[in-house]
C-alpha cells in the first residue's frame, strides 16, 4: 500500500483518502462521483474537467494544451484522466451532472388494461385439526376455487409465508405473474399494484413508474448512463469491456448504480413502499442488455456479430444486482431481434403498432447507436447504424446534452448576423446541444456558408453582401476554420469548428445510408410514413434534417415525432397481457439486415455524406 493523501472534491464536499500517484478520474469513478466522460479515460473528448483549487498534481500534459484553452489553463483547470494526485487536494467539479429531462414523450395505447402482473385478495380458511392442509396447499386450493386454474408456487417464499400469514390471521395479498404466486403480502394490497419500465440508453437511461391497476404513468426520471466514463458509443465500451473481466464487472456494475438511482428517486418522491413494485420491464440495445447481464460482448464485436443471448429474459433482480428494490421482485429483459439491434427496436416496434398500419413505414430511433425498421406489405425490416456519439453532442469541441444555455438553433440575416437561439433563452451560452448542430449547420450549409461538402468558406470567399459580423465570426482554427457563435464577457467562445461538420457528417451518412440498403431490401421505392423516435428525435427539425439530407424527401405531414417509442414499448409489455404474449412471435417474424458486410455500404455511406 502506498501513502494516503486526501481528496476533498466539492461541491460534494466529499473527502477521501487515496494513494499517492492515483489519477483523478480514477478515485471518482471508484468513490461513485459522476463527472462528463466519454472517452474511455484516454485523454481525447476533454470533457472531465475539473478546476483544481488547491494542492499538488502531476504536470499539464499534451492532450490537455491541446484541449484546453489558455484561461482555462490559468484558472487552474485540469482533465481528471490526465493527471496524477501526488499530495493532498482540493477539486470542484465543473458542470456537475443534474437530472436531465426525460427521452422523449411516451405512446399511449387505446386498448383494456390487462396486465401481465396481477394481485388478489386472499381471506384463507384458517387451520384447524379438521383442515390440515399446508400453508401452500391452502393458498393453491383457494385460488383454484376461485379462479379455476392452477398456479404454482416460489420456494422462495415458504420461509416467512407461515410468519406472515399468522400475523394477518390468513388475510393475505397474492402477486401473480404467469400463473406463479411470486408474492405474498399481509392484508389487502390488491390497488397497490405498481411496475417500473425502464429503457437503457447509450447515454441515458429512462424510468417510469406505473400503476398497474389503472395505467397511470405516475412518474419518469431519467439519467445520464454511469458507463459513458468507460466511452460514449457502444463501440468504445464493447472495447473496454473485452480488454478483462474486471472492466466487464465494472460496466454491470455501473448500470445498476444508474438504474438504482432514477428508481430510489421514483419510490421516494412518490412515497411508494417498494414491496408494491411487482415487476420491472427493460429494453435496449443489445450491447447494453448483455451489459446489463453481466454477459460477455466479445461476440458482439466481430463476425458474424453472434450474441450470447436474444429471447426475452425473466428472472429476479438479485441477478442485475439492485439494491433500490426487493430482490425477490421479477424482471423483464424483452427479446433482441439480431446483430447490434436489440429490445429498445423491439419495444419501438410495439407500441407503434407499426405492423398495423398501411403503406411502406419507416421508423427511425436516432441515438448514439441508430436502430432502423422498415414494414413493408410483406414484412418488417430492421437494422443497425453507428451513428456514433455526434447526435448526442458528445465528440464536438463544444458539444453538451441539451440542458439549460444549450444552443438549439439560430437565425441568419445575411445582410446583419447569426442570432443564436439557447435553452431557456439564457443570456451566456454554454454549449451546443446535438439537434442544435444539426439545426445550425443546416441553416449554414442553406446560406452557403458552409458549402455541401462540409467545408468551411474562407471569410474573404463569402459573397459581397454578407456582413462584416458574419465574416468577423470566421476565423482561423489551426489549419482549417471555425465559426463563433458566441464569445460573452467572461471569454467563454463557442464555436463550430471544421471536425464537428466531419463528425456530423459521418453520423448522418450512416442513418442515411441504413435508409437507402433497408428500401433496397425491401424493395421499397417511396415511403408513406416515417416515425422519428428517441430523445434526439423529440427536439429535431423536420426541415433540418431534410435540408442535410438525412431523411428521404417526404412531406412534412407524413413525418411523425413520436418520443420514446422504445420506453413506451417496455410500458406497454406490462400493461398489456396481448402484446406480452405476442412479443415472441413479432420477434421471430422480424427480418434483420446486417449492413456491416453489405457489398453496397461503403458506396452508399459516401455518396450521403454531402450535406
Known sequence: MGEKINLKVLPDNCNI????GSKIIDVLNENNISVESTCAKKGKCGKCKVKVLEGKISNITENEKKLLSEKEINEKIVLACERRIFGDITIKIIDKNKDIVEKGKIIKS?????????????????PSLEDQRSDVKRILDYLKIKHKRNYKFDINLIPKLQEILLENYYKVTATILNDEIIKIQGNNHENQNYGIAIDIGTTTVAAYLINLVNGEIIDAKSNLNEQKKYGADVISRINYSTENNKNKEELKNEISITIDKIAEKLITNNKINKENISIISIVGNTTMSHLLMGASVNGIARAPFNSVFSDEIFGKLNLLNLHSLEKNTRFILLPNIGGYVGSDTLGAIISSDMKNMKGNILLIDIGTNCELALKT???ILVCSTAA???FEGANMKYG?????????SCEIDLENDINIKTIENKENPVGICGSGYINLISCLVEKNIILPQGRIVKPQKLEEYVSKKIKERINKDGKSYEIVLSN???NKKISIV???????QLAKAAVRAGIELLMREGKVEKLDKILIAGAFGSNLDIDNIKKIKMIPNIENKKVQIIGNAAGSGAIQILLYKNKYDSMKKLTDNIKHVELANHKDFNKIFTNCLML
Open 17 to 20: 483518502k487515496v494513494e499517492a
Open 110 to 126: 387505446n386498448e383494456n388494461i390487462n396486465t401481465i402482473v396481477e394481485k388478489i385478495y386472499l381471506e384463507l380458511p384458517l
Open 377 to 379: 406489405d410483406k414484412e
Open 388 to 390: 456514433g456519439p455526434a
Open 400 to 408: 453538451m446534452r441539451a440542458s439549460d444555455g444549450a444552443i438549439y
Open 488 to 490: 460573452d464577457k467572461n
Open 498 to 504: 471544421q471536425q464537428d461538420i466531419a463528425n456530423l
